[in-house]
């Protein structure tokens, strides 16, 4: 199991360097430069512009600018950004607060898959199941944008439940309206998927065996069913994760949470090289090490993965 | 400019007439109570939306509306502007042009810093000496351009030491030489490039930029007062003595990043002004707000630039003809009104409504009312003097919310004239600008924000022969030579009579087909009073109050 964990720890260095180059050759070959674009619609003449790119080292050639970036990563230097803060200090900012709400989410989305999945399953067949169908359909078929602004309007500006925006108050607590509308925007899939797989175990022979055993049905359907079902419900948590990371862009927007959402588009629009590979870099570290838990966490719940590894 | 394009993304405005603006201190609603700013409290704290600075907080390094909002309040300049564009003393106690190249300026003893520091000339020379520089590479330096000893020559741009034209006469009077006629300067004073600068700046210009020190109305509200990304809190700076004193408690400006979200956040009173009213709000802004609200013509001057390079459109007889015809084929009215909501006004000249002298009656501006009949009529002419063959095409960035109104224009034209008219998409800003500026384009958009409230603003800078913004290329001797006389006139009536005239040259010529004004909308909240929005579409803050 150790050697195991090694293994795929160290394989997020190769991953890390792959992604970097890719996206680092990714935002240089977009066309346009990026700083005649700071100067919108009055144009500085070529002199300062020139002055600006060295000092970006825009100038240099992209895998002498590449190397100084990976070089500036050993030091734990990722770079500026045009407003001349530390892109690390950013990320430092911003990537916690973008942490908490996908945690939130995904909590929300777990704990309403869990419980009307279950349920559904349970009851298959009847009002309540079918009810449940139509309701995941809805919210799977609705965009995100538009959940977002009917929530804000509706328990944010008319019932004021909840504060509209979050701004500056980003604890848990302030957290709660984008989380929902995150939660919501997940949950369908995953609550579809508790239920089919609980379906199929509860048909399992050895769900047969334990009520015979004479156990009681409190506990073959929580230990026993609910256990062996929550394998893909993991997989699809650690999908959910990423997504709910990188998807927060829209939501970060509307509810104006400073996390990684805005920021990240910002600098795409720039051209901010080292704000934006430094921001897709987490990303993607992000997704392996959740892939990783992920996988980990197959062992616990399924004795054979963990003895087979 | 970098304020230009966030107002052309973002901001949306309404066709309120320019009476409004004058004649109404309180802001644009029929209200209008302006004899009782003492209503509200004194120590209530204004909340305001805002974006994080792009630069660190430095005068001449800001360039973008988001960190100039936080500037205009923590610094004062030695004019400052009303909500009309007319100019007002601040710093200054008296500024003379003694010729058109020649100015001597005299700030009021006794003013100070918020550290402490009192402001001297020296204050002012030292931070332009500064921004100047061409090692500083800041991007306000071209303010500077017009002063002796800065150089725009090839690679080099900027000052190599300190500007020749700046002369220390004592404590509080210094002189400002030009390096070519600029009657207009006085006027550009109040932007925040030419703020002064305190010495502690100079220790490290960087840690200044992050917590600055200023002479304003207000200032940072202790350490941390600037949250990156989430909000910037200001405090009245008790020192302060000049027309901006603050009437409220401070200014909190918050940052958002959508318009949407700082709508929602004035309609539940989490923010009390906001200076844009999202796109999606336009149909229902009136009855969230009721009077509350304001949307008015702003220093924003929208066209589409035919370039001198399209062919059939050269700068002769069937290049006229063919321009007066496009201007005459777009439905202004019709395109302000469905496309934007009101929140545009058609455009009667080269100007803004907002600025000091402009006119509605310009001679030769009929040419921009819509007259299909004529349009055919004239494009027909052009046609007997040359067949025009291919499509016409209209450049934009994607990336700015353009493509509705490029196709609505592009759909009159075609309507009108039976061409093929259409919209040509370019990803992001940096792209469409490269294809400009390598003439890969036809005609493209264009869009102006005056850096300050004067007609040579939104000419000079625009239209002379090889000035830096005349992105389509145009050239006149006429023109030109009309535009120097009005800006080497020491009298400001003489000034605009020259400047008006330059403008029937480009009526004649159409380098640039007007479109519109954009607006500012903005809205309040319930309690707060005295909202007044200045000639740059930034609220001016200082005279805000709100019950508490």
């Given at each position: ?309 | ?127 332009w000496n500064y921004a100047a520089q061409a090692e500083s590479?800041?991007?306000?330096g071209?303010?500077f351009e017009?002063i002796e000893g800065f150089v725009a020559?090839?690679?080099v741009y900027g000052a190599e030491g300190d500007l020749t034209g700046l ?382």
């Open positions: 199991m150790a050697t195991y964990i090694l293994r795929r720890i160290l394989q997020v260095i190769p991953v890390f360097i792959g992604a970097t180059a890719l996206i680092y050759f990714m935002v240089f070959g977009m066309p346009g430069d990026p700083i005649a674009a700071l100067f919108g619609d009055r144009q500085p003449p070529q002199a300062v512009i020139d002055q600006i790119r060295a000092r970006y080292m825009l100038d240099q050639p992209l895998i002498v600018q590449y190397l100084h970036y990976l070089g500036g990563i050993l030091r734990f230097d990722f770079g500026t950004t045009f407003s001349g803060q530390s892109v690390i200090e950013v990320l430092g900012r911003t990537f916690p607060v973008t942490l908490r709400l996908a945690v939130m989410a995904i909590l929300i989305s777990f704990v309403l898959s869990i419980v009307i999945g279950a349920t559904s399953a349970l009851l298959k067949g009847s009002w309540y199941d079918h009810f449940q169908l139509v309701l995941a359909l809805v919210f799977i078929a609705v965009p995100i944008f538009v959940l977002a602004f009917l929530a804000q309007y509706f328990l944010g500006v008319q019932l004021a439940w909840f504060k509209p925006t979050v701004g500056g108050q980003n604890d848990w607590g302030d957290l709660w309206l984008p989380a929902i509308v995150l939660g919501f925007s997940v949950y369908a899939a995953s609550m579809r998927l508790t239920r089919s797989s609980m379906i199929e175990s509860l048909g399992q022979d050895w769900v047969r065996t334990a009520y015979s055993k004479g156990l009681s049905r409190g506990r073959v359907v929580p230990v026993h069913v609910l256990r062996n079902s929550l394998i893909p419900m993991v997989t699809d948590i650690a999908t959910n994760f990423g997504i709910l990371m990188v998807g927060a862009t829209v939501t970060e927007g509307i509810f104006n949470v400073p996390g990684v959402g805005a920021t990240l588009y910002n600098a795409i629009i720039r051209h901010e090289t080292p704000t934006v590979v430094s921001f897709v870099t987490v990303f993607v570290v992000v997704y392996v090490l959740v892939n990783l838990v992920v996988d980990l966490l197959y062992g616990l719940l399924d004795p054979r993965i963990r003895y087979v590894k | 400019m970098k304020r230009n394009k966030i107002a052309l993304a973002g901001i949306t405005l309404l066709g309120a007439s320019s009476i409004v603006l004058a004649g109404c201190a309180s802001g644009g609603g029929e209200t209008g109570g302006s004899e009782s700013p003492a209503e509200g409290s004194s120590t209530a704290v204004i909340t305001t939306n805002g974006n994080e600075p792009q630069n660190p907080l430095l005068p001449a390094m800001t360039n973008e509306v988001g960190g100039g909002k936080i500037l205009d309040s923590i610094f004062a300049g030695l004019i400052s502007y009303e909500a009309d564009g007319s100019v007002v003393n601040d710093v200054a106690e008296n500024i003379t042009t003694d010729s058109p190249t020649q100015l001597t300026v005299k700030i009021k003893e006794g003013l100070t810093f918020s550290d402490g520091e009192e402001v001297t000339a020296d204050n002012f020379i030292k931070a590479a800041h991007n306000a071209y303010f017009d020559e090839g690679d002369k220390q006469v004592d404590d509080y009077t210094f002189t400002i030489t030009l390096n070519k006629p600029a009657s207009d300067f006085a006027q550009r004073l109040g932007y925040s490039a030419f703020y002064p600068l305190p010495d502690v700046a100079f220790e490290d210009m960087e840690a200044f930029g992050e917590s600055p020190i200023g002479n304003g109305p207000y200032m940072l509200d202790g350490e941390g007062a600037w949250q990156h990304d989430v909000r910037i809190d200001l405090t009245v700076n008790p020192d302060y003595d000049g027309p901006r004193k603050a009437v409220n408690g401070g200014l909190d400006i918050v940052f958002y990043a959508t318009q949407e979200a700082a709508y929602a956040d004035l309609l539940s009173g989490n923010v009390d002004v906001i200076d844009a009213i999202p796109d999606a709000n336009l149909e229902t802004y009136e009855s969230d707000l009721g009077d509350r609200f304001v949307n008015q013509p702003a220093a924003v001057f929208q066209s589409v630039t035919i370039p001198e390079w399209l062919p059939g459109f050269a700068t002769d007889e069937e290049g006229r003809l063919r321009r007066a015809a496009i201007s005459h084929s777009i439905n202004r009215e019709e395109i302000t009104d469905v496309v934007f909501k009101g929140t545009r006004t058609p455009a009667t000249d080269y100007t803004s409504p907002v600025i000091d002298g402009w006119s509605d009656s310009v001679p030769g501006n009929e040419v921009l009312d819509y007259d299909p009949e004529l349009a055919k009529e004239l494009w027909a002419e052009a046609d007997a003097i040359n067949p025009y063959e291919g499509e016409f095409t209209i450049a934009y960035n994607a990336d700015g919310a353009h493509q509705t109104w490029v196709d609505a224009v592009a759909n009159s034209i075609s309507n009108t004239l039976g061409i093929d008219a259409v919209g040509e998409p370019f990803p992001d800003f940096a792209t469409y600008l490269d294809a400009r500026d390598n003439e890969q384009v036809g005609a493209f958009r264009a869009g102006w924000q005056a850096d300050y409230p004067g007609l040579y603003n939104f000419l000079g800078p625009l239209y002379a022969t090889g000035a830096g913004s005349n992105d389509g290329k145009y050239s006149s001797e006429e023109f030109d030579s009309l535009i120097a006389e009005g800006i080497s006139a020491t009298n400001p009536e003489d000034a605009n009579a020259k400047f008006q005239e330059a403008q029937t040259v480009l009526f004649t010529d159409l380098p640039s087909i007007p479109l519109w004004y954009q607006n500012v909308t903005g809205g309040w909240a319930e309690g707060v009073e005295n909202v007044e929005f200045g000639w740059n579409s930034v609220p001016l803050f200082h005279q805000i109050t709100k019950a508490e």
